[in-house]
């Protein structure tokens, strides 16, 4: 059994910063690619970021620069460290991982961001 549990999402003010976390637990070897997606009211699934095995990340257009992607390899874990956050960053943030061996897509449960003053 493979277990993502995602935290860190909250209420934050704009420009402010919050860090999200993805522990993956079970039988594994190892994290392939971990990925971060949100999903605002009335809006598709987007991608906010991944990461490699090796290190290479990708960001969607609306975060670049600001959005920071990381991985813990000891504790199988996937970091999305947000800054400046802006409104339009408010909207429920999944985690997504593919791990090594696997070829199966694992999902964790949505956190709320919500960028408020």
């Known amino acids: 059994q493979v277990q993502l549990v995602v935290s860190g999402g909250g209420l934050v003010q704009p420009g402010g910063s919050l860090r999200l976390s993805c522990a993956v637990s079970g039988s594994i070897f190892g994290i392939y690619i971990g990925g971060w997606y949100r999903q605002a009211p009335g809006k598709q699934r987007e991608l906010v970021a991944t990461i490699t095995s090796g290190g290479s990340t990708n960001y969607g257009d609306g975060v670049k620069g600001r959005f920071t992607i990381s991985t813990d390899k000891v504790k199988n874990t996937v970091y999305l460290q947000m800054n400046n956050l802006k409104s339009e960053d408010t909207a429920a943030y999944y985690c997504?991982?593919?791990?090594?061996?696997?070829?199966?897509?694992?999902w964790g449960q949505g956190v709320q961001v919500t960028v408020s003053s």
């Open positions: 997504k991982v593919i791990l090594l061996g696997n070829t199966r897509d694992y």
